[in-house]
């Protein structure tokens, strides 16, 4: 069983920036980070592979958020830049323990963290 530990939500005004962490108990084979908006579907935002360091993005925030990863601190980061209000959401780190070729599907994702709120006003 593998725990996730998130950090580094909260609030901001529109084009500010904040950077989630999530610290892993255990080893997986990647990590990736969803969101989700009241009254809305559990979205990707963004993954990464442990292997390799190479990384998948939502379209929408593409050029504007960097995932990245510590192997020694089995650490992820979501770095995010330029926030808009859609951004606004409950954030998620996730991860998984077998190989997957789409890490953008929620399907490849077996540990779930508890979430952290991220506010972008106007």
């Known amino acids: 069983q593998v725990q996730l530990v998130e950090s580094g939500g909260g609030s901001v005004q529109a084009g500010g920036s904040l950077r989630l962490s999530c610290a892993a108990s255990?080893?997986?084979?990647?990590m990736g980070w969803f969101r989700q908006a009241p009254g809305m579907e559990r979205e990707f935002v963004a993954g990464?592979?442990?292997?390799?360091?190479?990384?998948h993005y939502l379209d929408s925030v593409k050029g504007r958020f960097t995932i990245s990863r510590n192997n020694a601190k089995n650490t992820v980061y979501l770095q995010m830049n330029s926030l808009q209000p859609e951004d606004t959401a409950v954030y998620y780190c996730a991860a998984g323990s077998r190989f997957a070729f789409m890490i953008y599907d929620k399907r490849a994702y077996n540990y779930w963290g508890q979430g952290t709120q991220v506010t972008v006003s106007s």
């Open positions: 990464i592979r442990w292997s390799d360091g190479s990384t």
């Open positions: 255990g080893s997986t084979f990647h």
